[in-house]
């Protein structure tokens, strides 16, 4: 059983940053593949960003391609999402997951945090 606790969330204003992070506690966290969802009142949860077990391979939606980045440090069991240039449309409360393959991790994660809300003013 893995255990995902989201920090790093908060009010910003556009083009400011945030830094979030995922920490994981109480199994193998660093063989699982890890991402960033987001859901927007009204809006589906949708995949921003994932990164792999390795951290050799990552993905973003088109969306935030090259104002987010997705990273993992598995020696601290955390797994980081920073975002630059931030718009209102990003707002959202944003949660991370964990899954033991790429496929599961787009459709059926096996593990949620929380979430945590960001806000973006204009």
Same mark, same amino acid.
């Given at each position: 059983?893995?255990?995902?606790?989201?920090?790093? =969330?908060?009010?910003? +204003? @556009?083009? *400011? !940053?945030? &830094?979030?992070?995922? $920490? #994981?506690?109480?199994?193998? /966290?660093?063989?699982?593949?890890? =991402?960033?969802?987001? +859901? @927007?009142? *009204? !809006?589906? &949860?949708?995949?921003? $960003? #994932?990164?792999?077990?390795? /951290?050799?391979?990552?993905?973003?939606?088109?969306a935030v391609k090259g104002r987010?980045?997705?990273?993992?440090?598995? $020696?601290?069991?955390?797994?980081?999402?920073?975002?630059?240039?931030?718009?209102?449309?990003?707002?959202?409360?944003?949660?991370?997951?964990?899954?033991?393959?790429?496929?599961?991790?787009?459709?059926?994660?096996?593990?949620?945090?929380?979430?945590?809300?960001?806000?973006?003013?204009?």
């Amino acid at each position: 059983q893995v255990q995902l606790v989201e920090s790093g =969330g908060g009010l910003v +204003q @556009a083009g *400011g !940053s945030l &830094r979030l992070s995922c $920490a #994981a506690s109480g199994g193998t /966290a660093r063989h699982y593949y890890m =991402g960033w969802f987001r +859901q @927007a009142p *009204g !809006s589906e &949860r949708e995949l921003v $960003a #994932a990164i792999s077990w390795s /951290a050799i391979t990552t993905n973003y939606a088109d969306a935030v391609k090259g104002r987010f980045t997705i990273s993992r440090d598995n $020696a601290k069991n955390t797994v980081y999402l920073q975002m630059n240039s931030l718009k209102p449309e990003d707002t959202a409360v944003y949660y991370c997951a964990a899954a033991k393959t790429t496929i599961a991790l787009t459709t059926t994660p096996d593990y949620w945090g929380q979430g945590t809300q960001v806000t973006v003013s204009s």
